[in-house]
Protein backbone atom coordinates (compact mmCIF):
# COMPACT_ATOMS: atom_id res chain seq x y z
CA UNK A 1 0.00 0.00 0.00
CA UNK A 2 0.80 3.98 0.29
CA UNK A 3 3.19 4.48 2.60
CA UNK A 4 5.14 8.37 3.38
CA UNK A 5 8.43 7.91 5.62
CA UNK A 6 9.85 11.78 6.76
CA UNK A 7 12.74 12.80 8.37
CA UNK A 8 12.46 12.43 12.33
CA UNK A 9 12.31 15.37 14.37
CA UNK A 10 12.13 17.64 16.25
CA UNK A 11 14.29 19.94 13.98
CA UNK A 12 15.47 22.80 15.52
CA UNK A 13 16.86 25.59 13.92
CA UNK A 14 18.11 29.51 14.14
CA UNK A 15 16.85 32.04 12.38
CA UNK A 16 17.98 32.45 8.84
CA UNK A 17 19.67 29.44 8.24
CA UNK A 18 18.54 26.45 5.70
CA UNK A 19 16.00 23.71 5.97
CA UNK A 20 15.04 20.99 4.63
CA UNK A 21 12.77 18.01 5.91
CA UNK A 22 13.63 14.55 4.16
CA UNK A 23 10.37 13.02 2.49
CA UNK A 24 10.22 9.95 0.30
CA UNK A 25 7.34 7.90 -0.48
CA UNK A 26 6.06 4.14 -1.60
CA UNK A 27 2.96 4.44 -3.98
CA UNK A 28 0.72 2.67 -6.84
CA UNK A 29 0.75 4.60 -10.39
CA UNK A 30 2.13 8.51 -10.40
CA UNK A 31 0.87 10.68 -6.98
CA UNK A 32 0.83 13.81 -6.82
CA UNK A 33 2.56 14.80 -3.44
CA UNK A 34 2.01 17.38 -0.98
CA UNK A 35 3.27 19.49 2.00
CA UNK A 36 1.05 20.41 4.71
CA UNK A 37 1.13 22.75 7.97
CA UNK A 38 -0.03 22.83 11.21
CA UNK A 39 0.64 25.85 12.98
CA UNK A 40 0.30 25.95 17.00
CA UNK A 41 -3.28 25.55 17.60
CA UNK A 42 -4.32 25.86 14.25
CA UNK A 43 -5.77 22.91 11.58
CA UNK A 44 -3.97 21.28 9.25
CA UNK A 45 -3.14 23.61 5.64
CA UNK A 46 -1.52 23.04 2.68
CA UNK A 47 1.53 24.54 1.79
CA UNK A 48 2.49 23.31 -1.46
CA UNK A 49 1.66 20.92 -4.19
CA UNK A 50 2.70 18.83 -6.85
CA UNK A 51 1.11 16.71 -9.65
CA UNK A 52 3.43 15.14 -11.78
CA UNK A 53 7.38 14.38 -11.97
CA UNK A 54 9.89 17.11 -11.77
CA UNK A 55 7.07 19.29 -10.59
CA UNK A 56 8.56 22.32 -8.16
CA UNK A 57 5.80 23.47 -5.87
CA UNK A 58 6.56 26.41 -3.96
CA UNK A 59 4.78 28.53 -1.40
CA UNK A 60 6.28 31.44 1.37
CA UNK A 61 9.56 30.92 0.45
CA UNK A 62 9.44 26.69 0.46
CA UNK A 63 9.87 24.48 -2.35
CA UNK A 64 9.85 20.97 -2.86
CA UNK A 65 10.61 19.33 -6.39
CA UNK A 66 8.93 15.79 -7.28
CA UNK A 67 11.79 13.54 -8.32
CA UNK A 68 10.25 9.97 -9.32
CA UNK A 69 13.55 8.63 -9.80
CA UNK A 70 14.46 8.30 -6.14
CA UNK A 71 10.33 8.61 -5.10
CA UNK A 72 11.26 12.02 -2.92
CA UNK A 73 9.67 15.36 -2.23
CA UNK A 74 11.97 16.84 0.18
CA UNK A 75 11.10 20.13 1.68
CA UNK A 76 13.04 22.71 1.61
CA UNK A 77 13.67 26.68 2.72
CA UNK A 78 16.62 29.34 2.20
CA UNK A 79 15.84 31.32 5.36
CA UNK A 80 13.89 29.99 8.24
CA UNK A 81 12.11 32.62 10.09
CA UNK A 82 10.47 32.41 13.88
CA UNK A 83 6.82 32.56 12.12
CA UNK A 84 7.83 28.83 10.66
CA UNK A 85 7.74 27.07 13.39
CA UNK A 86 5.06 24.42 13.21
CA UNK A 87 4.61 20.79 12.44
CA UNK A 88 5.15 19.63 8.92
CA UNK A 89 3.64 16.77 7.40
CA UNK A 90 4.59 15.02 3.97
CA UNK A 91 1.39 12.90 2.56
CA UNK A 92 0.29 12.07 -1.18
CA UNK A 93 -2.99 10.76 -2.93
CA UNK A 94 -2.67 8.06 -5.50
CA UNK A 95 -5.69 9.46 -7.13
CA UNK A 96 -8.21 6.47 -7.64
CA UNK A 97 -11.72 7.06 -6.99
CA UNK A 98 -11.46 8.97 -3.58
CA UNK A 99 -8.24 11.32 -3.40
CA UNK A 100 -7.39 10.12 -0.14
CA UNK A 101 -4.48 11.38 1.53
CA UNK A 102 -1.82 9.62 3.30
CA UNK A 103 0.63 11.32 5.65
CA UNK A 104 3.56 11.04 7.22
CA UNK A 105 4.33 11.25 10.41
CA UNK A 106 5.08 14.88 10.63
CA UNK A 107 8.54 16.61 11.44
CA UNK A 108 7.97 19.20 14.02
CA UNK A 109 10.63 22.38 13.79
CA UNK A 110 11.09 25.37 16.00
CA UNK A 111 13.22 27.89 14.65
CA UNK A 112 14.82 30.30 17.83
CA UNK A 113 15.75 33.93 17.18
CA UNK B 1 -15.37 32.59 4.28
CA UNK B 2 -16.30 30.20 6.83
CA UNK B 3 -13.65 27.39 6.87
CA UNK B 4 -14.53 23.97 8.15
CA UNK B 5 -15.92 23.76 11.47
CA UNK B 6 -16.27 20.89 14.29
CA UNK B 7 -17.76 20.18 17.27
CA UNK B 8 -17.30 19.25 20.16
CA UNK B 9 -13.49 20.74 19.84
CA UNK B 10 -12.72 18.04 23.01
CA UNK B 11 -14.52 15.12 24.11
CA UNK B 12 -13.67 13.49 26.92
CA UNK B 13 -15.70 10.17 27.47
CA UNK B 14 -15.75 7.02 30.02
CA UNK B 15 -15.14 3.98 28.13
CA UNK B 16 -18.05 1.92 26.59
CA UNK B 17 -19.87 5.52 25.97
CA UNK B 18 -20.94 6.19 22.81
CA UNK B 19 -19.72 9.64 20.89
CA UNK B 20 -20.81 11.78 18.21
CA UNK B 21 -18.46 14.10 16.23
CA UNK B 22 -20.10 16.66 14.20
CA UNK B 23 -18.26 18.27 10.91
CA UNK B 24 -19.77 21.50 9.71
CA UNK B 25 -18.00 21.69 5.44
CA UNK B 26 -17.42 24.50 3.50
CA UNK B 27 -20.84 25.36 2.08
CA UNK B 28 -20.83 23.51 -1.77
CA UNK B 29 -18.17 21.39 -1.29
CA UNK B 30 -19.13 17.97 -2.44
CA UNK B 31 -16.58 15.66 -0.92
CA UNK B 32 -15.57 15.27 2.93
CA UNK B 33 -12.73 13.34 4.28
CA UNK B 34 -12.47 12.16 8.02
CA UNK B 35 -9.24 11.31 9.30
CA UNK B 36 -7.89 10.12 12.65
CA UNK B 37 -4.85 11.22 13.98
CA UNK B 38 -3.19 9.28 16.86
CA UNK B 39 -0.86 11.46 19.18
CA UNK B 40 2.62 12.11 17.41
CA UNK B 41 1.41 10.66 14.06
CA UNK B 42 0.02 11.98 11.35
CA UNK B 43 -3.19 11.80 10.40
CA UNK B 44 -5.09 8.60 8.81
CA UNK B 45 -7.98 8.12 6.75
CA UNK B 46 -11.10 6.89 7.75
CA UNK B 47 -13.91 7.43 5.63
CA UNK B 48 -14.87 9.54 2.42
CA UNK B 49 -18.46 11.22 1.30
CA UNK B 50 -19.12 12.85 -2.01
CA UNK B 51 -22.62 14.51 -1.53
CA UNK B 52 -24.39 12.07 0.74
CA UNK B 53 -22.80 8.67 -0.34
CA UNK B 54 -20.24 7.53 1.47
CA UNK B 55 -18.11 6.05 -1.46
CA UNK B 56 -15.24 4.71 0.75
CA UNK B 57 -14.74 3.49 4.35
CA UNK B 58 -11.90 0.97 4.27
CA UNK B 59 -10.15 3.25 7.05
CA UNK B 60 -12.68 2.34 9.66
CA UNK B 61 -10.99 0.20 12.22
CA UNK B 62 -14.14 -1.53 13.50
CA UNK B 63 -17.69 -1.94 12.96
CA UNK B 64 -18.03 0.16 16.23
CA UNK B 65 -17.24 3.15 14.29
CA UNK B 66 -19.94 4.83 11.87
CA UNK B 67 -20.28 7.78 9.75
CA UNK B 68 -23.29 9.71 7.52
CA UNK B 69 -23.83 12.61 6.10
CA UNK B 70 -27.73 12.25 4.81
CA UNK B 71 -28.37 15.31 3.24
CA UNK B 72 -24.85 15.99 1.66
CA UNK B 73 -23.73 18.40 3.78
CA UNK B 74 -23.03 17.92 7.81
CA UNK B 75 -21.47 14.87 8.57
CA UNK B 76 -21.11 12.65 12.16
CA UNK B 77 -18.98 10.26 12.70
CA UNK B 78 -20.09 7.89 15.24
CA UNK B 79 -18.17 5.44 17.81
CA UNK B 80 -19.87 3.01 19.80
CA UNK B 81 -18.92 1.94 23.39
CA UNK B 82 -15.67 3.45 23.06
CA UNK B 83 -12.19 1.87 23.81
CA UNK B 84 -9.01 3.91 25.06
CA UNK B 85 -7.26 3.07 22.03
CA UNK B 86 -10.02 5.21 20.35
CA UNK B 87 -8.47 8.43 21.61
CA UNK B 88 -7.47 10.50 19.02
CA UNK B 89 -7.86 13.35 17.06
CA UNK B 90 -10.51 13.32 14.41
CA UNK B 91 -10.26 15.74 11.61
CA UNK B 92 -13.05 16.18 9.53
CA UNK B 93 -11.91 18.13 5.62
CA UNK B 94 -13.63 19.53 2.74
CA UNK B 95 -13.17 20.07 -0.88
CA UNK B 96 -14.84 21.55 -3.83
CA UNK B 97 -15.19 18.18 -6.03
CA UNK B 98 -12.63 14.96 -5.60
CA UNK B 99 -9.23 15.59 -7.27
CA UNK B 100 -5.99 16.23 -6.98
CA UNK B 101 -6.33 19.92 -8.25
CA UNK B 102 -8.88 20.32 -5.47
CA UNK B 103 -7.47 21.17 -2.04
CA UNK B 104 -9.03 19.77 0.94
CA UNK B 105 -9.79 22.29 3.69
CA UNK B 106 -9.18 21.02 7.14
CA UNK B 107 -11.19 21.21 10.01
CA UNK B 108 -9.34 22.18 13.71
CA UNK B 109 -10.48 18.74 15.07
CA UNK B 110 -11.93 16.90 17.87
CA UNK B 111 -9.74 15.50 20.86
CA UNK B 112 -11.60 12.67 21.93
CA UNK B 113 -10.19 11.22 25.14
CA UNK B 114 -11.72 8.00 26.69
CA UNK B 115 -10.84 7.21 30.67
Known amino acids: GDSVTQMEGPVTLSEEAFLTINCTYT??????LFWYVQYPGEGLQLLLKATKADDKGSNKGFEATYRKETTSFHLEKGSVQVSDSAVYFC????????????FGKGTLLTVNP | GAGVSQSPRYKVAKRGQDVALRCDPI?????LFWYQQALGQGPEFLTY????????KSGLPSDRFFAERPEGSVSTLKIQRTQQEDSAVYLC?????????????FGPGTRLTVT
Open chain 2, 49 to 56: FQNEAQLD
Open chain 2, 27 to 31: SGHVS
Open chain 2, 93 to 105: ASSLMAGNNYEQY
Open chain 1, 27 to 32: ATGYPS
Open chain 1, 91 to 102: ALNSGGSNYKLT
